[in-house]
């Protein structure tokens, strides 16, 4: 089945730096979304993507769809500690509705 | 606020007994969605209602896996028989037909002992 690699699987990093991380597909997906889990609550969406080679921001988050469609960055710049939390990469593919979920990225903020 | 909801919020219960968790999406979405979160791990599809329809169901482990969406808004996991690899967060998401943003609900932790 299809199935995500995310990267990297956890990172700490100082308050103040840029944060990358990306996930990539042997499959083809039309939409890629990226979502943040805090403990004990559901994803919460950052960012969805719907054209190969878009590139969206919200706030001082940038993420863009891979011209392939099989990979996608999400970029966080100048952290602050509230950035801590769990970050998902999500694809839906070509046919059907239901997202395929990467296994996370753990982010953790020194300040 | 107007974001989807779920209970119970904790479930816990013994191995055999059945469980009922309950979702309530956004008003107005036709599409819901069940997943099963393991832990340390990224959500996993379970099944996939349009209004009353389930159109998915590819993700359900088990016939001990239930969901129904009777009159296409209120969406009920049942699970019947518990057993321990049943142990997970309970996932449910809502989106309307215009665009494929999925908004997810707190979730409902369930622990089999």
């Known amino acids: 089945g299809q199935q995500l690699n995310q990267s990297p699987q956890s990172m700490f990093i100082q308050e103040g730096e840029d944060v990358s991380m990306n996930c990539t597909s042997s499959?083809?997906?039309?939409?890629w979304l990226w979502y943040k889990q805090d403990p004990g609550e559901g994803p919460v969406l950052l960012i969805a993507?719907?054209?190969?080679?878009e590139l969206t921001s919200n706030g001082r988050l940038t993420a863009q769809f891979g011209i392939t469609r099989k990979d996608s960055f999400l970029n966080i710049s100048a952290s602050i500690p509230s950035d801590v939390g769990i970050y998902f990469c999500?694809?839906?593919?070509?046919?059907?509705?239901?997202?395929?979920f990467g296994a996370g990225t753990i982010l953790r903020v020194k300040s | 606020g107007a974001g989807v909801s779920q209970s119970p919020r904790y479930k816990v219960a013994k191995r055999g007994q059945d469980v009922a968790l309950r979702c309530d999406p956004i008003?107005?979405?036709?599409?819901l969605f069940w997943y099963q979160q393991a832990l340390g791990q990224g959500p996993e599809f379970l099944t996939y209602?349009?209004?009353?329809?389930?159109?998915?169901k590819s993700g359900l482990p088990s016939d001990r896996f239930f969901a129904e969406r009777p009159e296409g808004s209120v969406s009920t996991l049942k699970i019947q028989r518990t057993q321990q690899e049943d142990s997970a967060v309970y996932l449910c998401?809502?989106?309307?037909?215009?665009?494929?943003?999925?908004?997810f609900g707190p979730g409902t932790r369930l622990t089999v002992l």
């Open positions: 993507l719907y054209k190969a080679g």
């Open positions: 999500a694809g839906r593919g070509e046919y059907g509705n239901k997202l395929v």
């Open positions: 008003s107005g979405h036709v599409s």
């Open positions: 499959s083809i997906f039309n939409t």
């Open positions: 209602f349009q209004n009353e329809a389930q159109l998915d």
């Open positions: 998401a809502s989106s309307s037909n215009f665009r494929n943003e999925q908004f």
